[in-house]
């Protein structure tokens, strides 16, 4: 059973040993029945529950501690099951409530006017539009070529797509290629989920029949290269899940969850058959010899976790922590991408779902995002264990104000409490399974640069992180604000030098070369026409 601990006067958190809570406070919820009578585990990330049904109140331990503070709303029943047994009580308004966790809710200006400061809100506004594919894949396209043009970036991070109906021309173009009219092709409804409608096509003249077979419904299909040499285990497909923490958008913080599912197809890469190019747990969940987990350790089932795959992975020569080093910077340029088009506000964090999957080569490439996580725990014990394990961690890194009056006294809008705060929750971070991708010592010149527009909060915190700046107690306060004045500006997407400040930045001079690569390319241009 997990303890309360007070590590912080400000902050209450829990301390939970690993997988601790899930293994023993879960297990009676496998093979559970759903809100909506179906099993639980028929439910694909990505689902809605019903927001209209609240089950019942669950009887707590008596040693499980109270706090005024505890007070919660959600619209999902498996949040609302993992928050009952951490001692949660579901408050009567959202306004009492300290953790408002409604996903694929819209957020509005009025809800983040009144956030009260000791308030955590599930859901960072403008996130919910990469539920939709065609959204998403247009975001990270514009990115992709950005960084393409700059020279910088891990390069594709995402299959090319097209819309059946709005990109018609652009994809035609794309098939008239003599080297892509026999490359495959996955056709995805935009707004779809659980692997519904979805259809692969083996070539152009298959992709032109299906879509005119499909006319009446090609508006709402996405049109994406198919990846043909996956990284195969035992001649099987597979992909990953990957759970990603954003805390805040102003500044950034990004964390990925140590642990995650593994969905393996239930037929040899070989056959032509939609198990064997399909990895959704909804599709072969039906299949006869579908076989679900039954630890962390499992490695014959069709369900696994990455601890389970690094060892299969690792009896294979290939190098594990390279390959998850190089997912985490592909997520991390993902979540950029997304980062210009979300607001940012101190009390809001997001809890994304990603599916992964690596090719032959060992490069990640990002299949699709899942904003509204069902996280049903009811599917098996390795989804119990990783969920609960997910919602538990989500919690201590955001941190829980004990004191409603100390918290409304921070100013969410000063950058020095903005590195404070984030320097609090760093510290809570390294006692869970989320690990930090931004910002880290190497983010300043690494990844900077990708921003489209980066905010002031999130460079200084950068900053702060690559100079190794400690925390700061009440009385450096004052001296840190005014310093923060000196912090350099940022406008149109560039970072701007300060006269007679050298900031130890070497990541800045990455802009220099580029403002000196554009200026060259304009002349040529302006040479060119004159001839």
């Excluded at 594919?133 to 991070?157: D, N, P, V, Y």
């Excluded at 400040?501 to 302006?526: Q, R, T, Y």
């Amino acid at each position: 059973m997990p303890m309360w601990t007070h590590r912080n006067p400000q902050i209450l958190t829990l301390d939970c040993s690993e997988y601790g809570y899930a293994v023993s406070e879960c297990d009676e919820m496998v093979g559970e029945q759903s809100d909506d009578g179906s099993l639980a585990g028929n439910e694909e990330e990505g689902q809605s529950e019903d927001e209209t049904v609240v089950d019942p109140e669950e009887e707590l331990p008596p040693s499980t501690p109270r706090h005024d503070l505890l007070l919660f709303r959600s619209n999902r029943a498996s949040i609302r099951r993992v928050l009952r047994k951490l001692g949660f009580k579901q408050a009567a308004t959202q306004g009492e409530a300290c953790v408002i966790w409604n996903l694929l809710r819209a957020v509005t200006k009025v809800t983040l006017d009144q956030l009260q400061p000791w308030q955590r809100l599930g859901t960072i506004k403008g996130c919910n539009q990469f539920n939709n594919k065609l959204s998403l894949h247009r975001t990270i396209r514009e990115h992709e070529q950005r960084w393409l043009a700059l020279g910088i970036g891990s390069g594709r991070i995402m299959p090319r797509a097209f819309h059946a109906t709005r990109d018609r021309k652009k994809l035609e173009k794309h098939l008239s290629a003599p080297e892509r009219r026999c490359a495959m092709w996955i056709c995805k409804p935009v707004e779809a989920a659980m692997g519904q409608g979805i259809f692969v096509c083996r070539n152009a003249h298959e992709l032109a029949f299906q879509l005119k077979a499909r006319k009446k419904y090609a508006h709402g299909l996405l049109v994406s290269e198919y990846i043909e040499k996956p990284l195969l285990l035992r001649n099987v497909k597979f992909d990953l899940r990957v759970y990603v923490l954003v805390v805040s958008m102003s500044p950034l913080r990004m964390y990925v969850y140590e642990e995650g599912l593994v969905r393996f197809a239930t037929s040899q890469y070989s056959s032509s058959c939609k198990t064997a190019q399909l990895t959704n747990y909804s599709v072969n969940r039906l299949e006869r010899n579908f076989k679900n987990a039954t630890s962390l350790d499992d490695q014959t089932s069709h369900k696994q976790s990455f601890r389970s795959l690094k060892a299969q992975l690792q009896e294979d020569g290939h190098e594990t922590d390279k390959m998850w080093h190089q997912m985490h910077e592909v997520l991390l340029e993902g979540v950029i991408a997304m980062h210009s088009s979300c607001t940012g506000h101190q009390g809001c964090f997001q809890l994304l779902g990603f599916d992964v999957l690596f090719d032959q080569n060992l490069a990640p490439k990002i299949l699709e995002v899942n904003v509204g996580l069902s996280l049903a725990l009811s599917a098996s014990i390795l989804d119990a264990t990783i969920k609960a394990g997910v919602v538990v961690g989500a919690l201590n890194v955001i941190g829980l104000p004990q004191d409603k009056v100390a918290a409304a006294q921070r100013d969410p809008g000063s950058v020095s409490d903005c590195i404070d705060s984030s320097m609090d929750e760093f510290a809570r971070a390294e006692t869970t399974g989320f690990i930090r991708v931004f910002p880290t010592p190497d983010s300043l010149e690494l990844h900077v640069p990708l921003f489209k527009e980066v905010d002031e909060r999130t460079l200084a915190l950068a900053r702060a992180v690559a100079t190794g700046a400690p925390m700061l107690d009440q009385n450096q306060r004052t001296t840190r604000m005014e310093s923060d004045r000196e912090f350099d500006g940022v406008s149109k997407g560039r970072i701007l030098q300060n006269n007679g400040h050298d900031n130890g930045a070497s990541g800045f001079h990455v802009f220099e070369k580029i403002k000196a690569s554009k200026l060259v390319s304009k002349k040529k241009k302006k040479s060119k026409t004159k001839k």
